[in-house]
């Protein structure tokens, strides 16, 4: 995938507003975009355009299984308080600004272009999978989440990995299996 396509992706994120409670067209674009590059995708719609989204790569018949997880929400905008627009993706220098391009949309682009170029390259995991679950509302009461617990998307992972910014700060999470 070309540099290009990858920023196009982030832009084209950030370009949805998806102001908690209103993630729906951001599944339908990461579904759209996932299915063009053979990895199917499910999107569990829930209330007035909620949903989650969760794909899966790999060996179907082996057990370990890498979550990768994210949130497509952000928080609520005062466009009047804002230099850019918030929902176009300027580039000045080396930085981007936009709604929701630190957290997590940049987050969310990088998960789903790993993805993409494992498929590309051929290079799926042979002795396990990866299980793409990105949800709805964690900005305000984490009702994606919480409903996919319920449905036990997570129950069987080995690991988790979560894509969210730390304050710009690396955290190695300890795993206890």
Excluded: C
Excluded at 41 to 60: H, T
Excluded at 134 to 163: C, H, K, M, W
């Amino acid at each position: 995938m070309k540099d290009t396509e990858k920023v196009q992706i982030l832009k084209d994120l950030i370009a949805i507003n998806s102001v908690n409670g209103n993630e729906l067209e951001v599944a339908q674009y990461l579904l759209k975009l996932l299915k063009k590059y053979g990895i199917e995708s499910k999107i569990d719609e829930f209330g007035d355009q909620r949903a989650n989204l969760v794909a899966e790569v790999g060996n179907k018949a082996r057990q370990k299984i890498l979550g990768i997880t994210g949130h497509m929400d952000t928080v609520a905008v005062n466009e009047k308080e804002w230099q850019y627009p918030p929902f176009t993706a300027t580039i000045i220098g080396d930085k981007l600004y936009g709604r929701g391009s630190s957290d997590m949309k940049s987050g969310l682009a990088a998960q789903i272009i790993s993805l993409i170029e494992l498929k590309e390259a051929e290079q799926l995991p042979q002795n396990g999978k990866i299980r793409l679950i990105i949800t709805a509302g964690e900005e305000y009461g984490t009702p994606g989440a919480n409903r996919l617990q319920d449905q036990n998307i997570a129950q069987d992972l080995s690991a988790l990995l979560v894509g969210e910014p730390t304050g710009g700060n690396i955290i190695f999470p300890i795993l206890v299996v």
